[in-house]
């Protein structure tokens, strides 16, 4: 059993395991940045860049995302690294049954398992250390 902050992005269910939480965050327009050099979407907050992990392109799921400010957004660390993640609607905190992934499934990046939550539903739980990971500018 897990505590995690649960999310949805359009008919997708996430969690993210509350330790690696930082905070909710509901972002306003002076906090967005856009880094041209590396063509990154950043948050500023706390005199600290966070970047922009938009769950709905990262996973190629069907929509479109609404502009950030005023959003909930969640910001999680894994190592020492940042990143907000994006979201539709924050479902909250809650305690989960995880089960890895098998078979075809166990190849979904960032994806360290799936957790049932207590209405049934099943969510993709995320792997905070990859997504971290991605989020960071590529060594040239």
């Excluded at 856009?34 to 979407?41: F, P, T």
């Excluded at 994006?86 to 909250?92: K, N, P, R, Y």
């Excluded at 994806?111 to 040239?140: I, M």
């Amino acid at each position: 059993i897990v505590d995690a902050m649960v999310m949805r992005v359009g008919a997708t269910l996430f969690a993210v395991p509350i330790e690696t939480v930082l905070e909710i965050v509901q972002p306003e327009a002076t906090q967005l940045i856009s880094s041209c050099a590396e063509s990154r979407e950043m948050l500023q907050h706390r005199e600290r860049p966070l970047p922009v992990v938009r769950l709905r392109d990262y996973f190629g799921l069907s929509g479109k995302d609404a502009a950030l400010e005023g959003r909930p957004v969640l910001a999680v660390e894994c190592d020492g690294h940042p990143v907000a993640l994006t979201m539709d609607e924050l479902i909250g905190q809650q305690q989960l049954v995880t089960k890895p992934l098998q078979g075809p499934l166990a190849g979904i990046r960032a994806a360290a398992g799936c957790g049932l939550l207590g209405s049934g539903d099943v969510a993709v739980v995320l792997d905070a250390r990859q997504l971290t990971e991605a989020s960071q500018p590529s060594a040239n």
